[in-house]
């Protein structure tokens, strides 16, 4: 018997998939939303990335009737995102933006949606913002708009009013730099010390779904890591 | 000789054809960009509602190229926008936001670019944002993330990193509720006198395009109405 149910969007990500090891080897069901599939997950649901929002909507609704049926869950964690940069005068900047919405809102709106449909009175919904768009951000106006977006979303969620289940709670977490594989490659000169270790959100997202140290409701995380001791602070 | 050249995204709506035809009696060249044309503006883009961002961005650039050619523009005034309520657990709450994303924000973001683009130094760009995202909107969750993207963009954009030309400033404004027809139409029975008219929003922007009573660079600029009179409230 499980220890419970998550869903994970963005399951095949480097953070998803640190996220579903670490609440497999917890004895949870863990399904995973990717464009991708997670060959680990208990369960795939596959994104097609030129459907629309609606489109993907419907697939995702479909598909988790299928998969979940009756059950419900103790947390939707949605850390699917990329990052683009540019401002508004970039070749790129439209493209660009476009391609945040689509990787960080639509997820994010998504994840609200199935938590809103299939979270436990009590459950958690994770969503993912960003600390640098907690102000300006003109080298990636795209990112940091649809970060903003999502910590707005956050604090609606979080109102009585907002649509989620009796007791559930959200939080997003607003890492500065993740420790992933791919930062590695591309930052080589970096100071990595100053980043979060993937292993340290997923030991986060296992202690709140397990009702422990859990913040506000509607708390924005930051993830603020130095000297390799990440601390969190409370928006 | 014209008084100098305005854009106005979506200029067929009711604020946006006020802004417009106020625009043309102060002797101003006007363009509009809507899904309709407007027949009294000097030029008309006219954007496919069904088109992605990226084929509007397409659109709007290459006809752009052909009525502006070399000239520049005072200002870019983005009155694009819509409402659609609802909470998470709403049916349509992933179409709604899908639908305010689209009306909001990539027309902002399509604003942006032109702008980085065609805006004289010292020009203007204004965006439409919303005075009740600055808090939780948990009814009517697509807007209030759309309108707190427009902030953040807002403020990306006035940093001197942001793209646009030296000089140039960006400022949204934050209604409460405007006198629009369809807002008497939908609400019979409200106070009109704590709504913002909507000359008084074309006179103002009449004013920032002459170099007269701007704001700082990035302000949001809540329109704050009571018997019938409105006051600005600079976030």
Redesign the interface.
């Known amino acids: 018997m499980s220890a419970g149910k998550i869903l994970v969007y963005g399951g095949k990500g480097a953070l998803g998939s640190t996220c579903i090891a670490s609440f497999l080897a917890q004895k949870f069901w863990v399904g995973s939303i990717d464009l991708q599939q997670n060959d680990v997950a208990s369960a795939n649901i596959i994104v097609n990335c030129n459907a ?3 489109e993907q ?1 419907l697939e995702i609704i479909t598909k988790l009737e299928t998969v979940l049926g009756s059950d419900k869950l103790d947390a939707v964690i949605c850390v699917a995102g990329g990052w683009a940069g540019g ?4 070749n790129d ?3 660009n ?2 391609l945040m ?1 689509k990787q960080s ?1 639509w997820s994010s ?2 994840a ?2 199935i ?3 299939y979270l436990k009175p009590g459950g958690i919904v994770v969503l993912t913002g960003a600390k640098a ?1 907690l ?5 990636m ?2 990112y ?3 970060k ?6 956050t ?10 289940p009796n007791g559930a709670q959200v939080y997003s977490i607003l890492p500065i730099t993740l420790d992933t594989p791919m930062n590695r490659k591309w930052m080589p000169e970096a100071d990595t010390s100053a980043w979060t270790p993937l292993d340290y959100v997923a030991k986060l997202f296992i202690k709140w779904v397990k009702f422990e140290e859990r913040p506000q409701n ?1 708390s924005l995380v930051q993830l603020i890591t130095k000297n390799n001791e990440t601390t969190l602070e409370i928006v």
Chains 1, 2 share one sequence.
């Open positions: 629309s929002l609606l909507e401002n508004s005068n970039s900047f439209v493209k933006t476009d919405l809102v709106v998504l609200s949606s938590a809103s449909k768009a102000n300006p951000t003109p080298g106006i795209g940091g708009l649809s903003a977006a999502i910590h707005q979303l604090k609606s969620l979080a109102d009585p009013n907002g649509g989620l509607g």
